[in-house]
């Protein structure tokens, strides 16, 4: 094979591997490109597709769903179809497999990271699960967390509040890549925070038994540690009380797709203006909030809300990436000497 084309089947592996993992849907992976390539080669690319995705090691420990799997392989086996007129046993061999497997409970999605780490979570099938939609991970997680990946030094050092966590993607691939002092990983929902901290621990971290601020935990808050102090805090916007949001003491929030309606909007403008007024240090807080664009007026509220709150300028980045949809960060200040009590 020549060297060019031993690099574009190193990518096209690479992309296969990394949506695969991660349970992308199956219109982004790259199939016409894979088809091209394999009217010039042999089986050999699809064997070792199978073993980038169904046959990982990451996915043999902590499977995807059974479905998901089996929708793979077969649209796998017919792009080997198009080209070959030999049937590939292996293909066919692996989905036998899935055909004969049951559904785990939960589902994993793995995320690849640029170290070569990895952020593995268990997921629900299900978009409302329980009552709640916090089960599963949203677009606007990625994005946040592939914002943070480009830009670490804002987190460096500083204590990460984050607000609706739901799966933990953003919180993990921050907390694994970005160096923060501490972590605080926050929800409501109760099947919520079980998962949650489920998945902090699958991914090597501990767990401190309270959300109190890292200068309560001696010895792991110095600028040389390499693992954040990491806590789970059961917050609800609603009924949070000043003493609860004091105690964090947070340099830095953070909030992916938590924006469905304009009462949430407003509970969570008041939640941030509540933790920017009870800074003890009197500096700027900032928060990162990623959403999807998905209702003009409810998103307008937003940044109204968060205009009429903030000492200098709301910044908006809209931005379009491979899921539907276009999402938006927002970057704003809050300094303690503009609360104004909203009821």
């Known amino acids: 094979m020549a060297p060019e084309e031993s690099v574009d089947a190193s990518r096209l592996l690479q992309s296969f591997e990394r949506r695969f993992l991660a349970a992308r849907a199956l219109r982004s992976f790259p199939w016409q490109s894979l088809e091209e390539k394999l009217r010039h080669s042999g089986s050999e690319l699809l064997l070792d597709i199978l073993r980038k995705t169904v046959k990982h090691p990451l996915c043999m420990k902590h499977p995807p769903s059974v ?17 070959h007129e030999e049937p590939l046993d292996e293909l066919y061999e692996a989905l036998a497999e899935v055909l004969t497997a049951e559904e785990p409970t939960p589902c994993h999605r793995t995320y690849l990271l640029p170290s070569g780490d990895s952020v593995t979570l268990a997921e629900s099938t299900a978009i409302v699960s329980h009552g709640t939609t916090g089960l599963v991970t949203w677009s606007a997680a990625l994005y946040l967390a592939e914002w943070a990946l480009e830009n670490p030094s804002a987190f460096n050092h500083r204590t990460v509040l984050e607000l609706g966590s739901g799966a933990g993607l953003t ?14 990983f926050s929800d409501c929902h109760s099947h919520v ?7 902090i621990l699958l991914n090597g971290f501990s767990l401190e038994p309270d959300a109190t601020a890292p200068a309560q935990h001696p010895g792991h808050h110095t600028h040389n540690s390499e693992s954040p102090v990491v806590a789970v805090e ?8 000043a003493l609860q949001l004091t105690a964090l003491q947070p340099d830095i929030v953070l ?5 469905y309606c304009p009462e949430i909007i407003l509970s969570l403008v008041r939640v941030l203006q509540s933790l920017s007024a009870c ?18 007026e409810t998103c ?16 908006q980045n809209p931005a379009h990436g ?9 970057l704003l200040g809050l300094a303690p000497s503009k609360q104004k009590n909203k009821g």
């Open 255 to 259: 909030a992916a797709d938590v924006l």
């Open 171 to 184: 919180g993990l691939v921050i907390c694994k890549m970005c160096r923060p002092r501490a972590y605080i």
């Open 193 to 199: 925070l079980e998962q949650l901290r489920g998945n």
């Open 234 to 241: 059961q917050l609800d916007w609603d009924v949070v009380t």
């Open 279 to 296: 800074r003890k240090d009197k500096l700027t807080l900032d928060a990162y909030i990623a959403f999807t664009i998905r209702n003009p």
């Open 67 to 83: 479905r998901y799997a089996r929708c793979f392989l077969s649209e796998l086996i017919r792009k080997h179809e198009a080209v």
């Open 322 to 330: 491979e899921h539907s949809g276009k999402r938006s960060l927002l």
């Open 300 to 315: 307008q509220l937003f940044t109204t809300e968060l205009a009429a709150a903030s000492t200098r300028e709301v910044e």
